[in-house]
Structure formats: C-alpha cells, structure tokens
C-alpha cells in the first residue's frame, strides 16, 4: 500500500470506473453515485461497459465527476474498484489507471490482472465480500459506493438522499441494508491515508438534469412536436424507443414496433401523410435497408426524421462500440440526386436541442432529416444545467381550400415548399407518389416535369435559413481543430488545455451536415493556416465530405480512426501541440 | 344513419389508366368505386395506399386520397397511417409480386397485427409491370424468358397464410364479376381489423390464357365462417377458384393510435431533474 501523508490536492475532475460481472451492480453502484454528485452540485458523465455477452458477462460502470460541465470521459482513471476481477482480460485494456491512481479490490478475489500489478498505480486491499457479509443483505456494490463516497469528498446527505428514493422501492430495511453498506465503505477508505478529494461544486441556481443521450434526442423530438414513432429494435438505438414508447402514450402519440426496418420508415412515412409528426431511431444496418424509402420521403415530401445511433461497422460490426461512420450513407446513399437535411448532435446535451430542430427542420421543409448521433453519447449519462427552452415556430405549410384553382399538392412555390393537404381535408385529395410527378402529383415521365421537381425540392432546403445552428465556431488562433457531432466536447477540454497552456486554437464543430454550410464555414475558417480534422472514421469520412464541398488552402492534418477506442481530450490537444512545435 | 347519396364516379379521378385494354384492374377499380359509394364515407375521409406495380397504379386514379409508395411496402403505409389517423378508411392495395414477394414478410405481420383496415390484391400471378416474369402466386411449369420452362416452384397460397397469419376477414373475388367483388369489398371495410381479399385479375398482356378465368371461377357454396380451422381445411382443400367470403374472425383490433396531442411535455422533462 503506497499512503501517502501529505495533504491531498484538490483535482478538477475524477473518474472512477466500478468493475464486476454482470448482476454484481456496478452499475447501480455508478449511477448511484453520478446522480448523489449531481445533488452536489457536480456535473458528471457516466458510461457503461457491457461485455458482449447479453447477461453474466463483465459490466463496468465508468464515472468522471467535475465541479465544471463535462462532455466526455476521461482516458485514465484515478480510482478502480473491481469487485471480482472475472473476464478482467477482455477489459481491463480499456480502463488504464492513471499514473498515481488507486486500484482497490477485495483479496479473496484473487490476484489483480499483470497490467494493474505491473502499472504505477496503488493497489488497497479491501475485504469487499467479508464486509458486505456483515451486514445482513449487504451488498459489495454498495460497499464500493461507500468508498468511492469517501474519496471523493461526496456529501453524506446527497448520497443519503438518492440511496433511500432508490432502494425505497424495495423497502425500509433495504434502504438501511444500503446505507449501512456505503458507511462500512467510508470507514474502510478512512484507513487508506488518502483520498482525492474533488474541488467543491460552485453553487449554480439552474435545476441540474440526469440524462443520456438518447433519451434527450427522443424529449427534443417530443418538443419538436413528435406524435409518432416506428422501428425496430437495434442496439445502440433502443433506448430512444424504449424512451418514447411510454412518453408518447403519455402525451396522446403512439409508438409502434415494426417487423423490420423496412416497415418501420414506411410506417412513420404513412403517418406522417396523415400530418402526424414521426420519426424512426436505428443503427447503421437498419439505416442501410430504409434507404430506398428515405428517397420515397424525399421524393412525396413527406417530412420524417430518422435518428441513425452509430457503432462500429461495416456489416455488424461491433454494435456496443461507437463511430461516426455512416456519414457517407446519410449524405451520398440515396440513389437518384434526392436533396435532404443530415444533422448531428455536438455532445449529450445537445441531443435535446438537435432532436426538436431535426422535427422542426423536417416539418417546416417537408423532407426526411437523418441526425446522426452515435453511441458514445446515446448511451451516456449526463449531469447537466437544465437546457434552455428553444421555441420554434414548426408547422408544415397548410392547404387552405381555395374555391376555384385545383389543388396542387406539388405546386412549385417561391420557397420550394408547396402547402401540404392533410387526409381529411375536402378538396385536397392527392396522390403522393415516388414516381415523378407534376404538380398536382399525377405520374409523368416529361422532362420539364423532372426539371421542375428537382429544382424545387434542392430549392427548399438550400434557401432555407438554418440560421446559427450550422455548428460552433469558438476560439481565437490560426490553428482549427474541425470536427463534427460527437467529438465536439473532447475537442473543447482539448482546446481549453491547450488555452491554458498559452496556445490558443479555433475550434470549428459541424452541426449541419447537408445542406453543407459552405458559406458559414468558410467564414468560420477565415484566416486559419493549420486545420485539424478530428473524426472517428477509419477512412476519413468527414474530411471528404468537407473536401468534395470546398477548398482547402491550408496545411491540413487528420487525426482520424475506426471505433470503439474513443478520441479523446488528451490526444487532440498533444497533435496540436506537436504540430505547433514545428 | 343519414347515408349521403354517393355514385361511383364521385370516386373516380380524371387520371385516364395506363392500363392495357381488357386488364382486369379496370373492373377492380370500377368494383372499388362502386364499393366506396356504398359505404357513402366522403372521398376525402378515405386513402389508398399502393406499391409498385400496374396494379399499384390504383390510387391515383381514385378521387380519394392516395399515396403510391415503393414496390413492397403498401402494407406498412397503410398501417403507420391508420395508427395515426384512425378516423379514415384505408384501404392497401397491392399486385401478386408487390404483396406477397417483396412484400411478403410484411403480409405475415399485417395479418398479424390485425390493424382495421383492407388489403385487395389484385392477383394476375404475373408481374406486369416488368413484362411477364413468375411471381410466387405463378404456377410452377408457366414459361417466360426469365425462367424457362417454368420456375418449378410451388405457388404461394395468400389465403391460407393470411388465415394462418391471423388475418380477421379473409375473401377471393373474379374481378370480371363486378357485384360480388363490390359487396366483398364493402364487408370488408365494414369488418373491423385487418381483411384480406385476393382478387383474381387477369394480366390479357403477359397471361392471355387468364381470359378463361371467367369460366373457371365458382361461387363458394358454403356460408363464410368464424371458425379459422373450417377456414383453413376449405381454402386448403379449394381449386383457388372458390370465390366469396370465407373467413369472418372475432379477434379485436390493434390498440395502438394516435389521439389529439397534449401539448405540454414539461411532465416528461421533470423525469430528467434530480
Ligand atoms: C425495389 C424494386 N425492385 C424491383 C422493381 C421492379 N418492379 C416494378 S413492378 C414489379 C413487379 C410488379 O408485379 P405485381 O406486383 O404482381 O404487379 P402487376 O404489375 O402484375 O400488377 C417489379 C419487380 C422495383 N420497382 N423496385
Ligand atoms: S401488363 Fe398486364 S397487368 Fe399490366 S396493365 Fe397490362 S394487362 Fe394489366
């Protein structure tokens, strides 16, 4: 044991991670803590890590606490608590201890793995097993809980508060099993002669928010005006269904589990032309099959938004793990030229922004709108302020019956955007139709029909004012990290690091991706000498896409991988600094 | 009830068909118009919803809303939209191929979901769209250059896997007899959750021989049944000429629909505050 006497320092951000075999709770253990920290004051992020066994295999609650809003984890971990080290080898790669950090576990069961025996970290023997046998119904989860508490600096009331509205389900004496599980924690931590105790939380007025990313995307829908819901199950979009199925009973809609994917976007197309809001949440091998009718929806105008929650591809790839490699297929995979909208959320809180503007944008230009969010921030776990109230005025161009002209559903208008007839409407009975139309919708194989049409429908949503919500552009210096959706919060820590280190560097991050916002972003590029694409894509994905849209008179460099080993903070900041030494 | 007073033309678009002279599809057309105006629902209040195909053609030329989507998927149109506006008739409408081919597995769930609204396919046991090829309704030995000498393959039996599916109401009409495939139609409609009704249409084009249809077909003697295991041994057992109702099922429909939305999600968002 390595205990140190000197007065710990206060750190500005700590991450833990709790390992054990599937049902032995930690988890629970992490989201316990994440949200008693959240009651603090702090912020934090929370991720799991499942093995690929569906049950019984390893789980891994990994935390990162900071008095200041996080986006992502951390690469190191400052404390690890194993309560068995079962299948530790698949895992144990993924969690690295920071220089300095604690490794605690229980010595009945058995030796750590080499990596840990051999890095410079502490190892502390702590009788998980025994303690928790010593209290009746005591569980080693909640032992671990107890001494992350400790450590940590974490109030005993918050703690105390979320333990008892959690376990009271369960019963008075399930609540008092745990609590007196997380004190035999904190005693057992008192004896190590170290903690890492985290800078208090400044007291913020705003109501803080517990929530991942996927269930924000589907509340930012809800805002947004959703009413309809179909799909097939797919990991790691699920949650956003298992989200909405009840959200939207609450508020009159409907959720509907289709038999492929296939049905599901023709099902939300179908009610969508019968003017109720919908969407459909899949991965990239359910994106691969709505294809063909992602052009339908583009084609009928039929407004839709499909949430495509990335992992690891091609093919089935590595469903738990993250990337952002269906860039390419949401922007270039229809066939035919087929204008549409592709959006992606910057980080976890703002999947609740992008959500309501995907619905908004959908509705107002009648077109499907793919966002592109992914699963290292659909299925993280979020302490955040209360996102603000984002009003839109979102209504799709209504028919108003008019008494003597025919109705033309397709009608081409000033702003490409013909009003749209609802089922129901005397007067405004129209075929939707796939098949080139004219502007009333009767089939036509003419050319000045398909002229009319396509310039029409890239009309609409290429004079149509996204306004600021193109992306982010902050910063000073003429060196740009630009990247897009997920990676934007590892790209900030990397740029308030290096901003602390007296390197200033721009940060660009890509909300809209198609319509491409040439003009914004070139304004946003005005200047800049060295650009740095940051993306999580083995081929460079983004980088083309930027590339096929406009020049690129800089030195350009790429940091830039296939999935699950996450870019983080740490790396974009030491290419950066690399690169500035030259 | 005060019906309205509605014809058959009331239903009819000014779209002229691209159909050939003598294709069956016009007599479900007229059957389908004819059916509507009974039903005295206005034009407006009902839509149909189609695949691809020369059948799939139908809905435009009907003065009813219509929605004309990719080859397959009529059924899942049609059923997103019930869910979400369960006030309207909807009516999907498909061909041989575009149902039970590329469409299949969505037949088997449609069936099974039961959801309140009718599905016609208009069964040439052809595609015509794409000039003649076998489609799974297609007897094993007929010719065509995209499968000489036959396809050798048993043809699919829609009515016996529509029953086995758990469709509610399951009937086959000769589109050539114009009063029994309107009354078919009608109920239908009428019948809640989800009916199936093959109707025999010939393709004059690619299966000329299909013009001896109108000898072959045969009233089924028998009264239709809620009884799905009598349903079956008489659909099994029939030469797939049998025409009328043969199956009237008790299940309940889908549940799921859609209501006038509650507009404030700030309930939903408390969930999220610690
Ligand atoms: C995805 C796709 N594959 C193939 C086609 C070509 N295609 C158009 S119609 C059709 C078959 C139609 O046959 P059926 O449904 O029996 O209708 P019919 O034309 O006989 O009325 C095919 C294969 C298509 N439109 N889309
Ligand atoms: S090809 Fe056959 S099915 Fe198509 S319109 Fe002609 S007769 Fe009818």
Known sequence: MNA?????????????????????GAVTAGSLLLEAAGKAGWYGVMNRSVGPQIRGGEAAALVRLSPRPVSCMSKRFDILVA????????????????????????????????????ADCAIVEVPLGELAKSIEGGRENMIAAGLVAELLGLPDDELGEVVARRLGRKGASAVETGLACIAAGRAAAQGFGRSLPLEP??????????ITGNEAIGLGALRGGLQFAAAYPITPATDVLEYLAPALAKIGGALVQAEDELASINMIIGASFGGRPSLTATSGPGLSLMMESLGLAAASETPIVVIDVMRAGPSTGIATKSEQSDLNIAVYGFHGDAPHVVLAPLGVADCLFTGQWAMHVAETLQTPVIVLSDQSIGQSRVLIDRPADVAFLTRRKAYEPAVQSEYRRYAVTADGVSPMALPGQPGGQYTADGLTHTERGAPSSSRHDQKAQMDKRLHKIESFDYGDHWGIDEGQGDMVILTWGSLTGAAREAQEALAG??????????????????????????????????????????????????????????LNREGPDLIGPDEIASEIRDWNSK | MNIPNRKASDFKSDIDPIWCPGCGDYHVLLSLTKALAQLGRAPEDVAVVSGIGCSSRIPAYTSCYGFHGVHGRALAVAAGLKVARPDLTVLAMSGDGDGFSIGGNHFLHACRRNVDMTYIVMDNRVYGMTKGQPSPTTEPDWD????????????????????????????????????ACTATIVEAIRHPGFSFVEILSPCVTFRPDEREWKTQVHKAVVEATDDPARAARRIMTDDGFNTGILYRGRREPYFASVAERLDDVAPLERAFEI
């Open chain 2, 144 to 179: 065509s250059a995209l499968s000489p000498g036959g396809t050798g393959l048993s043809p699919f039996h829609p009515l016996v896997i529509a029953l086995a599916s758990g469709a509610n109401f399951v009937a086959r009409e000769f589109s050539g007899n114009i009063k």
């Open chain 1, 4 to 24: 140190s006497s000197s007065p710990p320092t206060v750190a500005r951000s700590v991450s833990f991670a709790i390992v054990g075999t599937g049902g032995a």
């Open chain 1, 83 to 118: 309560i068995d080290w079962k299948n530790a080898d698949r895992f144990i790669h993924a969690m690295p201890v920071a220089g300095g950090g604690l490794v605690i576990c229980d010595p009945a069961a058995g030796e750590p793995p080499r990596e840990l025996r051999e």
């Open chain 1, 201 to 210: 939380a400044a007291p913020s007025g705003a109501r803080r928010w517990l």
């Open chain 1, 501 to 558: 280190e007296g390197i200033g560097v721009r940060l660009v991050s890509l909300r809209q991706i198609l319509p491409f916002p040439h003009a914004r972003l070139a304004e946003a590029l005005e200047g800049a000498r060295r650009v740095l694409f940051v993306e999580q894509s083995h081929s460079g994905q983004f980088q083309r896409h930027v590339r096929a849209h406009m020049e690129l008179p800089f030195e350009i460099r790429s």
